[in-house]
């Protein structure tokens, strides 16, 4: 496998990264797909005069649109002006460009002082073009309810030249009632049931989406919304817990691997609902094979990048490796991070960084892989068969060091005991990720199971 990331002025560039996993190959990784992805991102585009007919582009839009898009009415006596607008941080410009070339619609503007771009339409024939598409290729979230307010202000204004005192209230009550303003957030799903597309999934997970990994170590996909968009919360939940239906890339009939989970939380101040899947099993038996077959246009691309290559650390066992969990816990300090493109040398750096994980990760799973996923046993229990096979009778000797030296009280001669000193839970997971990597814990500490000399903690 190899793979290639490399930062640009608008966005990032992946060279070259073929998919590997399902069937087992040489690097003992699953096989989805064996074609190399392309870079959605600096793809050529048919540039004509018609919205392009792309089916799949067009439901991605749709979910995308739903978590970053916006519908506007403005009224100036009894003009009336309609506007869709998509605006991001300046980083994603090179996503705008992706949308604008394939609707053939619209325009780009780019704030350089507030780092930010947007993608307007607001002509007539754009408008009706945004109407067209969210017509055939429906919203799921409360935005849904902001853009039949905004269709019906088309169609007012499309039948009447001139709008009538009458009609021109009405649109001022349309205006008034969407967006923050709206107050009433259901609609009827009866006579049109949420279907979740897996292109408008992407979308949108490109939109409100995060590949996370917490506290250095546990692994996640999230979405979050408003709880003003239950039914479309609801309508990913079980799409999501239908993924597990699929079996195909198991290779036995009698796997141990348990049906996708997804977990809901609220935030009480914000009423952010997040959907959550975090077992290590559903992220790569389920939701893997969906991200590998899909297309993504914005900068979350190198995030999903950088989080497979985790992913594939940990289900494969090279996270137990010293060098695996090195490079593991490299990405976690790196994914995720927004890097202003005003500062060029910090995005070289970034660039660096990626381009070293990338052959790192490259190199070790080179070697075999300390679990044999072929057996369809859970994460858990191969990470269980792991730790006996290696235990060690030996007692676990714990150094901790500050930039000042040994803590007092080290060295310590249980993991629980060097959790203790730390004002950690005792069961803590924290000298098992950190010890002998050379990577400080909360910036301050390094975990060694040997001593080591001051210039080596430099």
Not at 1 to 26: E, P, Q, R
Not at 187 to 205: A, C, R, V
Not at 267 to 295: G, Q, W
Not at 387 to 413: C, M
Request: net charge positive; aromatic share 12%.
């Amino acid at each position: 496998m190899i793979i290639y990331l490399c930062l640009i002025d608008v966005g990032i560039t992946l060279l070259s990264f073929i998919f590997v996993s399902g069937i087992k190959n040489k690097k003992g990784l699953r096989r989805f797909s064996n074609t190399t992805v392309r870079d959605t991102q600096n793809e050529s585009f048919n540039n004509n005069n018609s919205v392009n007919k792309n089916n799949e582009f067009l439901h991605w839009f749709s979910g995308f649109a739903d978590g970053e898009g916006n519908f506007l009415i403005s009224i100036d006596r009894s003009y009336v002006k309609l506007r869709f607008k998509i605006c991001l941080h300046i980083d994603d410009l090179k996503v705008l460009q992706v949308i604008q070339s394939n609707l053939n619609i619209g325009r780009i503007t780019v704030e350089e002082a507030r780092s930010r771009c947007s993608f307007i339409v607001e002509d007539i024939s754009g408008i009706n073009t945004i109407c067209s598409i969210f017509n055939n290729y429906p919203l799921h979230t409360s935005k849904k309810l902001d853009f039949q307010d905004f269709y019906e202000a088309l169609l007012i204004r499309t039948k009447e030249k001139i709008i009538s005192p009458a009609n021109l209230e009405k649109i001022l009550c349309l205006k008034n009632g969407m967006n923050s303003k709206r107050e009433i957030f259901t609609y009827n799903t009866t006579k049109s049931p949420i279907i979740i597309d897996p292109n408008w999934f992407i979308g949108f997970l490109e939109g409100e989406g995060t590949f996370g990994i917490k506290t250095g170590s546990s692994m996640y996909l999230q979405v979050a919304q408003k709880n003003t968009s239950q039914e479309c919360l609801n309508g990913i939940t079980n799409y999501l817990i239908a993924l597990s239906n699929n079996t195909k890339y198991f290779h036995t009939q009698n796997n141990k691997i348990l049906p996708l989970n997804v977990t809901s939380a609220i935030n009480a101040k914000t009423n952010v609902v997040s959907l959550v899947v975090s077992s290590i099993d559903a992220l790569y038996y389920y939701i893997l094979p969906l991200l590998d077959e899909s297309k993504f246009y914005s900068r979350k691309f190198v995030d999903f990048k950088l989080w497979r290559m985790a992913l594939i650390l940990k289900i494969r066992g090279y996270y137990y490796t010293l060098e695996g969990k090195k490079l593991f816990l490299e990405i976690s300090e790196i994914l995720n991070k927004r890097y202003s493109t005003t500062m060029s040398a910090k995005r070289e750096n970034v660039k660096e960084i990626i381009n070293n994980i990338s052959k790192k990760f490259e190199d070790i799973i080179k070697k075999d892989s300390p679990f044999d996923i072929e057996l369809d046993l859970s994460y858990t229990e191969n990470a269980r068969k792991f730790r006996i096979a290696n235990r060690s009778e030996k007692p676990k000797t714990v150094y901790i060091y500050t930039d000042e030296g040994l803590i007092e009280g080290s060295p310590f001669t249980s993991y629980s005991t060097a959790h203790k000193a730390l004002g950690l839970n005792p069961s803590s997971n924290t000298c098992n990720r950190y010890i002998d990597t050379n990577r400080l814990y909360k910036n301050k500490y390094i975990f060694s199971s040997n001593p080591i000399d001051s210039a080596s903690r430099g």
